[in-house]
């Protein structure tokens, strides 16, 4: 009977984690895919008007605080996004090293 009842808590924990932990991944690959497809955005304007723009607006998107991934100008020719991966991590893209890095 211990037996049992010692079970029956890590039977329920795998079971949540078997059926939620694929929604955290889909959930983290889409903030990933905004986070490129805004990379791909702020490059192309910078191609096209010779700056960065100041913020996501002059991109045609809005940015909210449940935004998927973020946009920030650094400098005049410098900018980072990111996008939480839990409390206090971040995935982050920096442009001066076009490499994305963990932080928190």
């Not at 008007?49 to 045609?60: H, I």
Request: net charge positive.
């Amino acid at each position: 009977m211990y037996k049992q009842k010692k079970m029956k808590p890590i039977f329920k924990i795998l079971t949540l984690v078997l059926l939620y932990g694929p929604y955290g991944c889909e959930f983290n690959n889409e903030r990933q895919e905004y986070a490129e497809m805004l990379i791909e955005k702020v490059e192309t304007f910078k191609k096209e008007n010779n700056r960065l723009p100041k913020d996501v607006t002059k991109l045609g998107l809005t940015e909210k605080m449940d935004s998927p991934a973020f946009y920030q100008m650094q400098t005049d020719s410098t900018y980072m996004v990111w996008y939480g991966l839990s409390v206090g991590e971040s995935k982050v893209y920096r442009s001066s090293t076009k490499k994305w890095t963990e932080e928190g």
